[in-house]
């Protein structure tokens, strides 16, 4: 017998595509405009690091990230409604920077809704500062577009691998990165990210 034992303390894991149906569930519940499983499916192919927070009720949330040419890219991050405001994200955020620590790259950007009042204070919160924005990047009703805010964490230069991290595993092949630095933005992020 193979049974999955969850654990009663909420846990951070790597997502398995198995975990997909729960994730999505949670996924269209905490959107508008939600990822589908093909989404989910190609970032687990492109390499991405994909994570959950489990506890003995089931996945609470969850997060993505994309690593590659010293940059890391937050690329979800969400927390199931009914288990929001209990410091959930935060731990999520979190530890997602710690693995892009651990992928010894220097900054750490983002994109999030100006509308997205909660997570641009989580962030805040957890260091990253606003660096710019993406007009029209974001699908909205009736058609329309809204603009994406860009935010950023630098980490420094003092690399540490946490004993979280399965250090018999290296990190995943150099991908595509998805931001091409631009002078504004490096300065930008010079100025205000510690
Ligand atoms: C954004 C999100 C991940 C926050 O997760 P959470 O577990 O509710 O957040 P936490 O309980 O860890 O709160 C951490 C900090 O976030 C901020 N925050 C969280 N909810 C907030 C709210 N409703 N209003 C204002 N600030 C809020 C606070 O600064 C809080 O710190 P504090 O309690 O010390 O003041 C969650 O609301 C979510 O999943 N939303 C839907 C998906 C989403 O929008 N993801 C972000 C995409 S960019």
Redesign the pocket.
Known sequence: MNAIVKPQVPHVRPMRVEDLPEVLAIEVR??EFPWTDGVFRDCFKAGYSLWVLESAVGIL?YGVLSAAAQEAH?L??????E???????????NRLVDLARWHQVERVF????PS????I?????SGFCEIGNRPNYYPARNGRREDAVVMARLLGLSVRQTQDWPAARAPPRRLRSLRASSSPRTAALNNCCG
Request: proline share 3%; with cysteine.
């Open positions: 905490a959107y949330g937050v979800n991050l969400c927390v199931a409604p288990y929001q405001g209990q410091g959930h994200g935060r731990r999520l955020i983002l994109e999030v809704r997205n009042h909660a997570a204070a989580l962030y805040h919160r």
